[in-house]
């Protein structure tokens, strides 16, 4: 059989990146980071044995929808494999609905928007199936109802029987019989995160789902309420793998929560250093599930940077999203990223503003802990309810959800209000934040020892003030 995977093109003026929020994606202005799709790669490689793979990352190359339906004319796949995303699901279903009617062949959509508006999804594109799980059981399944063009409920597949949507969820399955990921088959040299040194750069994921349960938070929903790692072994093999056979000089984690499990941090940093492996990493996890001593031991086994999610330092904004779990101290947040400054390890802060029990002064408040800890890298964004998270059920109850078209769920502008703002008033308050934050004369001098850098948050910024 041929299968041919698509990660679609971008709305115009924007890159999307459907490897954010566990997969509901994200859309940055040009020139920002381009991620490669790690689940169409982790796919290809699971069909590979089964047959051949053409794969496609419309983002990377900037192809046009014109053009993605030449080459699948071209090839004559049996099988569509497409990336979806939130704030892409209408191009995305567009594409899917032309291939549906106008070729002769299965149209699957992978993503976790797809899944949680299956009904919605569905009736727009009549794809086949919708792709739920991507572990080898699931997919040797898959494969099999591919061939014989009988789609049925399995665990792991979304399907439409008559009129009913039938989801059935499945075990993640052992991680480590997971195979590498096609990397041959992507073009790596034009994926792009934080530095031109670190190209080409490659993900990983070495754990499935969260230990937290944040009410905002899409990875749980995502990647299903349970939380699944690889051995430290096993995590350390791929990247072996990914720095002699794939030419990696740069894996960037895209676990929710990479170092969950403290002693499997601990392993996978000394087996690093005793097998000898100089690759550089960057990865995300909870300020609670840090110290200094491991954090001494991430730094000695190659850790450029890790991404924290404070969210909010208001205690009522956290305890009503239950995320205060996360960072049970201030204090200790403080201390992480101080100790993370001294080892020389680059920190990335992440603050949510608009949640529905945010003020004026509760958004104030995340911008001042945020000059006091001056990190690395910033980022504060909109609070956006995506579908199936407890969030978005709050914001539809409470009347907060103002735009409720998909293509506004992107992270660049919000579409609910909170319970004291208005939706403009938080997005004039998220505008002044980013502006208190860079346009002091400490940071400035800061971001002028990285030019590279300091273009392209220009640029973004630029953008961002023009809408």
Same mark, same amino acid.
């Given at each position: 059989?041929?299968?041919?995977? +698509?990660?679609?093109?971008?709305?115009?003026?924007?890159?999307? $990146?459907?490897?954010?929020?566990?997969?509901?994606?994200?859309?940055?202005?040009?020139?920002?980071?381009?991620?490669?799709?790690?689940?169409?790669?982790?796919?290809?490689?699971?069909?590979?044995?089964?047959?051949?793979?053409? #794969?496609?990352?419309?983002?990377?190359? !900037?192809?046009? *929808?014109?053009?993605?339906? *030449?080459?699948?004319?071209?090839?004559?796949? =049996?099988?569509?494999?497409?990336?979806?995303?939130?704030?892409?699901?209408?191009?995305?279903?567009?594409?899917?609905?032309?291939?549906?009617?106008?070729?002769?062949? &299965?149209? +699957?959509?992978?993503?976790?928007?797809?899944?949680?508006?299956?009904? @919605?999804?569905?009736?727009?594109?009549?794809? =086949?199936?919708?792709?739920?799980? +991507?572990?080898? @059981?699931?997919?040797?399944?898959?494969?099999?109802?591919?061939?014989?063009?009988?789609?049925?409920?399995?665990?792991?597949?979304?399907?439409?029987?008559?009129?009913?949507?039938?989801?059935?969820?499945?075990?993640h399955g052992d991680m480590d019989n997971f195979p590498f990921p096609a990397w041959d088959i992507a073009p790596y040299n034009k994926y792009f995160y934080l530095y031109k040194k670190e190209y080409p750069y490659v993900t990983m994921h070495s754990s499935r789902g969260c230990v937290f349960r944040c009410k905002f938070c899409p990875y749980p929903?995502?990647?299903?309420?349970?939380?699944?790692?690889?051995?430290?072994?096993?995590?350390?093999?791929?990247? @072996?793998?990914?720095?002699?056979?794939?030419?990696?000089?740069?894996?960037?984690?895209?676990?929710?929560?990479?170092?969950?499990?403290? &002693?499997?941090?601990?392993?996978?940093?000394?087996?690093?250093?005793?097998?000898?492996?100089?690759?550089?990493?960057?990865?995300?996890?909870?300020?609670?599930?840090?110290?200094? @001593?491991?954090?001494?031991?991430?730094? *000695?086994?190659?850790?450029?940077?890790?991404?924290?999610?404070?969210?909010?330092?208001?205690?009522?904004?956290?305890? =009503?999203? !239950?995320?205060?779990?996360?960072?049970?101290?201030?204090?200790?947040? &403080?201390?992480? #990223?101080?100790?993370?400054?001294?080892?020389?390890?680059?920190?990335?802060?992440?603050?949510? $503003?608009?949640?529905?029990?945010?003020?004026?002064?509760t958004i104030k408040e995340n911008v001042s802990f945020a000059i006091e800890l001056e990190p690395d890298h910033v980022q504060f964004t909109f609070a956006t309810p995506f579908p199936g998270t407890e969030l978005f059920v709050i914001a539809k109850k409470e009347n907060l959800l103002i735009k409720k078209d998909w293509k506004f769920f992107s992270?660049?502008?919000?579409?609910?209000?909170?319970?004291?703002?208005?939706? !403009?008033?938080? #997005?004039? +308050?998220?505008?002044?934040?980013?502006?208190?934050? #860079?346009?002091?004369?400490?940071?400035?001098?800061?971001?002028?020892?990285?030019?590279?850098?300091?273009?392209?948050?220009?640029?973004?910024?630029?953008?961002?003030?023009?809408?």
């Amino acid at each position: 059989m041929n299968f041919f995977l +698509i990660n679609p093109p971008s709305p115009r003026g924007y890159v999307a $990146n459907r490897d954010f929020m566990g997969g509901y994606g994200m859309l940055h202005f040009p020139g920002g980071t381009v991620l490669p799709p790690h689940n169409l790669l982790l796919l290809a490689a699971m069909l590979k044995e089964q047959g051949e793979v053409i #794969f496609l990352d419309a983002v990377a190359e !900037d192809y046009s *929808e014109i053009k993605i339906i *030449e080459q699948i004319k071209l090839r004559n796949p =049996d099988a569509v494999f497409i990336n979806t995303s939130t704030p892409t699901i209408e191009i995305d279903c567009l594409l899917a609905a032309k291939l549906k009617k106008d070729l002769d062949l &299965k149209v +699957i959509l992978l993503g976790p928007h797809a899944v949680a508006t299956a009904e @919605e999804v569905f009736a727009k594109t009549a794809a =086949d199936a919708i792709l739920i799980d +991507i572990s080898p @059981e699931v997919i040797d399944k898959l494969i099999q109802l591919t061939k014989s063009g009988q789609f049925k409920a399995i665990p792991g597949i979304c399907i439409l029987s008559g009129q009913e949507v039938i989801k059935q969820q499945c075990p993640h399955g052992d991680m480590d019989n997971f195979p590498f990921p096609a990397w041959d088959i992507a073009p790596y040299n034009k994926y792009f995160y934080l530095y031109k040194k670190e190209y080409p750069y490659v993900t990983m994921h070495s754990s499935r789902g969260c230990v937290f349960r944040c009410k905002f938070c899409p990875y749980p929903v995502a990647q299903q309420f349970r939380y699944s790692r690889m051995s430290a072994l096993r995590v350390v093999r791929e990247m @072996e793998f990914l720095k002699k056979e794939v030419g990696a000089k740069m894996v960037l984690f895209r676990d929710a929560l990479f170092a969950a499990d403290y &002693k499997r941090t601990a392993e996978i940093c000394r087996l690093i250093k005793d097998r000898g492996l100089s690759l550089k990493w960057r990865c995300e996890t909870s300020l609670d599930s840090v110290d200094k @001593e491991l954090l001494l031991a991430m730094k *000695e086994a190659g850790c450029l940077g890790i991404n924290f999610g404070v969210e909010s330092v208001s205690g009522d904004v956290a305890s =009503d999203m !239950d995320c205060e779990a996360k960072r049970k101290s201030l204090e200790k947040t &403080k201390e992480v #990223f101080k100790t993370c400054r001294e080892l020389g390890i680059e920190t990335f802060a992440f603050f949510i $503003n608009g949640l529905p029990n945010d003020s004026a002064e509760t958004i104030k408040e995340n911008v001042s802990f945020a000059i006091e800890l001056e990190p690395d890298h910033v980022q504060f964004t909109f609070a956006t309810p995506f579908p199936g998270t407890e969030l978005f059920v709050i914001a539809k109850k409470e009347n907060l959800l103002i735009k409720k078209d998909w293509k506004f769920f992107s992270s660049l502008e919000p579409v609910m209000a909170t319970r004291w703002l208005s939706l !403009d008033q938080v #997005f004039s +308050i998220n505008r002044q934040a980013y502006s208190r934050f #860079f346009l002091r004369p400490k940071r400035i001098i800061k971001e002028i020892l990285f030019p590279g850098r300091l273009i392209r948050r220009i640029l973004t910024y630029l953008n961002w003030k023009q809408r």
